[in-house]
């Protein structure tokens, strides 16, 4: 067998046909198109600083979840400690439900934070896919540009996405986490939805206040890889391509990256909110869509 | 006053202070945020081809739609006669429910096409930005990756969304228009969505044939302009930089550059339909995202 990098043919085209030899999954559903392997790829590590120019269609890149220009280096200088303080009722009332869906997820999973990391993954990308949905709808209907804002929040949709593909390869859900994801996205998708038509402020602060609960938990994650309760393994592929990480990185960089993208949606969702109670229009600061430094509370002059 | 390449302050940060001191539009409504100038900048047009390197956050790109990396050559090469039969009834449901839609809007819009372009863009973005969340949702509940799709939908509903502010920097669209804008997004957000949860083959088919449809009245359109019907007024500032046009490019490249790209989302979906069609879990070709050639009939081996 030829080594990944000198395949004949690219993985673009190859990976086609070996999924259709494969049984066929799920075919109960009639939303059938999923990747047939529905897992990260396992074959051989190639780490992303080998890519090629991203022009070249032929590079036998690995994985479909995400080409060499979605990756990044995490913003590890992010401050942690950031809080923005509730004032008035639709802060509190986006504060004290993130502490009440806390509480829930506490008793749930107590201490088996990689499996929390796979459920909550999965309402974590949510808001973003639903507010660039909502202001796409409504730069549509006023023929206007949400000034960045809806690539910032999709951006934020995929990058939890590829949290829960990271995840994944890490912690393997039970039948009864699968079952509980469903439910919680029916739930957490209707809310927010909701949320988002009734006041695009409140559902905005609602995702800080969770980041900031991510945080938390992330924190918690570590300490115990710290303390030797979970054990440092090594990186998942998927997760050293993804946030451009040294190829002997271990479980305890990826949840700092982790943790370091929890910080950043934070930050973005705390300005907007911020910008929307200030009755300001301010286009969406060039970080937001970079992972670079977002302070909330700078905006104007 | 300094040109605007070499303003002092970048436009990401001016552009919010000088914002923050006009006057604020529509503060009726409770979703307030959006571009308070709520057109393309008009400030002096500065070409994509003096960008500088991408990474640097201060230079002063005056759009905020959309970024020097957003930017590429349309595929002008792309065939337009292409035609996917109908065989099935999914396929026929496509067909003659774009025929019927097709009706109306010839009976509405007739020989105006610059106000054709404007309201039907505005429908064009919804199906990109519908298969795109539901994807994303699908993927989450099945903790899998979808194979490059989401983001191959999600950069449609973009796609079609630049169209809409290219055209609204050529024809403004009248009052009614934009009433009937708001009806006929109410009303497709919720058809095709419905269709898309009962039956994705019918809906990537669906817009397999409104491209197709697309690509005729943007034939038509050339045709007016070539005729001397419709003036080839020089492409607005933001078409040039969007699609890398040369500086003295016209209307008539405009149209040009939009035609492939329907072109491209007709092949995308009509490929789409067709695997799902062929049961098969083929991940996105690298061709899709990159406004490249895709061939709907060519997959697997
Ligand atoms: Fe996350
Ligand atoms: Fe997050
Ligand atoms: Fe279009
Ligand atoms: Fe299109």
Redesign the interface.
């Known amino acids: 067998l030829p080594p990944v990098g000198l395949a004949a043919a690219?993985l673009?085209?190859t990976?086609?046909?070996a999924?259709?030899t494969q049984p066929?999954?799920?075919?109960s559903s009639?939303?059938?198109?999923?990747?047939?392997t529905?897992?990260?790829d396992e074959t051989p590590y190639q780490p992303v600083r080998d890519a090629p120019p991203k022009s070249d269609?032929n590079y036998p890149w690995k994985w479909?979840?995400f080409?060499p220009e979605h990756t990044y280096k995490p913003n590890l200088n992010v401050d942690l400690k950031r809080h923005v303080q509730p004032t008035g009722f639709s802060d509190r009332f986006a504060y004290y439900t993130v502490k009440f869906l806390r509480f829930f997820a506490d008793a749930f999973f107590q201490r088996r934070y990689g499996h929390r990391a796979?459920v909550l993954e999965?309402v974590a990308?949510?808001p973003g896919?639903?507010g660039?949905?909502?202001l796409?709808?409504?730069?549509?209907?006023?023929?206007?540009?949400?000034?960045?804002?809806?690539?910032v929040l999709?951006e934020e949709?995929?990058n939890e996405?590829m949290h829960?593909?990271v995840y994944?390869s890490i912690a393997q859900?039970r039948a009864l986490e699968?079952a509980l994801?469903?439910l919680a996205?029916a739930g957490f998708?209707s809310f927010y939805t909701l949320l988002y038509?009734?006041?695009?402020k409140t559902a905005h602060r609602l995702v800080g206040y969770l980041e900031e609960e991510a945080i938390v938990s992330y924190t918690e994650y570590l300490k115990d890889i710290d303390d030797g309760r979970i054990p440092n393994i090594p990186a998942p592929p998927i997760a050293i391509d993804y946030w451009q990480l040294d190829p002997n990185a271990r479980l305890r960089d990826v949840v700092l990256a982790t943790r370091a993208d929890e910080a950043h949606h934070r930050d973005v969702n705390h300005l907007?909110a911020n910008?929307?109670k200030a009755?300001?229009?301010?286009?969406?600061?060039?970080?937001a869509?970079?992972h670079?430094e977002v302070d909330p509370s700078q905006?104007?002059?």
Do not use: N
């Open positions: 690219p673009w085209r990976g086609a046909r999924l259709s066929q999954p799920d075919t009639t939303t059938t198109i999923t990747d047939a529905g897992r990260p269609p479909h979840s080409l796979v999965t990308a949510v896919m639903v660039g949905m909502m796409h709808l409504q730069c549509l209907r006023r023929f206007r540009q949400s000034g960045g804002w809806i690539r999709l949709a995929e996405r829960l593909m994944m859900p699968r994801v469903i996205q998708f038509t009734i006041s695009p907007r910008l929307i009755h300001r229009g301010d286009p969406a600061p060039y970080a869509l970079k670079g905006y104007g002059s």
